[in-house]
């Protein structure tokens, strides 16, 4: 059965500083992965996502994401963090095939402080 | 274009209540997922439905819950009777497909308190 594994349940960070939201996996079959955001008081949006090809992958406000297949990571990273990235992160995989749930880790909370 | 829309998004009730929730997805998305959120928790499925159809609702407690999508488009989540232990965050999904990888469009929730 697939898990996920999200080490750290909140990471308090300063303005400007890097960050790395750790994300593990467990599946017997090849996975899509996922990283959602969840604003206060917002429904979760999707950050980005790992199908295929390239191991790194990006968003559109400066994450990325690396595919680590033999470690089976999808851990992510930012190298300078805003007030405005405060939010709760979700790790999700879903096994490659239709017809199957989106499988969720408990969360981490960011807190970027000034 | 809208998103996926929920209400309420708050609802306060006493234990042995029903309960009602209610889900507009995005305008011409076949699949719509029901997730439950606990507190500390990730989303966790509930149930599936492309179309009409409910295609997976194997964590669906069916002895309280139950859920319909007509004309499959608005879907409602219904608990009857609430316990103390269904507190927690109810989410509607909605995407085109039902494929791993459509991406899921989340709405904001309800945020159901059991007294």
């Known amino acids: 059965a697939q898990s996920v594994t999200q080490l750290d349940s909140q990471v308090p960070v300063f303005e400007e500083a890097p960050v790395e939201l750790r994300c593990n996996y467990s599946s017997s079959v090849s996975v899509y992965l996922f990283w959602y955001v969840q604003y206060p008081n917002q429904g979760l949006q999707l950050l980005l996502k790992y199908l295929s090809g390239s191991t790194l992958v990006e968003s559109i406000n400066g994450f990325e994401a690396e595919f680590n297949k033999s470690q089976t990571s999808f851990h992510l990273r930012k190298p300078s963090v805003h007030i405005s990235d405060t939010a709760e992160y979700f790790c999700?995989?879903?096994?490659?095939?239709?017809?199957?749930?989106?499988?969720f880790g408990k969360g981490t909370t960011l807190s970027v402080s000034s | 274009e809208a998103g996926v829309v929920q209400s309420p998004r708050y609802k306060i009730i006493e234990k042995k209540q029903p309960v009602a929730f209610w889900c507009n997805p995005i305008s011409g998305h076949n699949t719509l997922y029901w997730y439950r959120q606990n507190l500390g928790q990730g989303p966790e499925l509930l149930i599936r439905y492309e179309n009409e159809e409910a295609v997976d609702d194997s964590q669906l407690p069916k002895d309280r819950f139950s859920a319909e999508r007509l004309k499959g488009v608005d879907s409602t989540l219904k608990i009857q009777p609430a316990e103390l232990g269904d507190s927690a965050v109810y989410l509607c999904?909605?995407?085109?497909?039902?494929?791993?990888?459509?991406?899921?469009?989340f709405g904001p929730g309800t945020r159901l308190t059991v007294t």
């Open positions: 999700a995989v879903s096994e490659g095939k239709a017809g199957t749930a989106l499988i």
């Open positions: 999904a909605s995407s085109l497909g039902g494929g791993a990888r459509d991406e899921q469009y």
